[in-house]
């Protein structure tokens, strides 16, 4: 029998071309959007999606820089 390896869990990095931008502004866009729809129900969660969209910026901003 041969070994498999599982791949759950792996990371591919994105490549600095246009359709991974376009791809980081949509889910900056949506982390942003999510924590505004949910400012009145559930802190914790607000924060969450703050603190990824404020990493998705920081990537997006090395990108472009």
Same mark, same amino acid.
């Given at each position: 029998? #041969? *070994?498999q390896?599982?791949?759950?869990? /792996?990371?591919t990095p994105?490549?600095?071309?246009?359709?991974?931008?376009?791809?980081l502004e949509?889910q900056?866009?949506?982390?942003? #959007? *999510?924590a505004?729809?949910?400012?009145? /129900?559930d802190?914790?969660?607000?924060e969450?999606?703050?603190?990824?969209?404020?990493?998705?910026k920081?990537v997006?901003?090395?990108?472009?820089?």
């Amino acid at each position: 029998m #041969e *070994k498999q390896y599982c791949k759950v869990g /792996t990371v591919t990095p994105i490549a600095a071309n246009r359709n991974s931008i376009h791809l980081l502004e949509y889910q900056y866009q949506s982390f942003l #959007e *999510k924590a505004s729809n949910m400012e009145y /129900t559930d802190t914790k969660l607000v924060e969450f999606f703050e603190q990824k969209a404020q990493k998705i910026k920081k990537v997006l901003e090395k990108m472009m820089g």
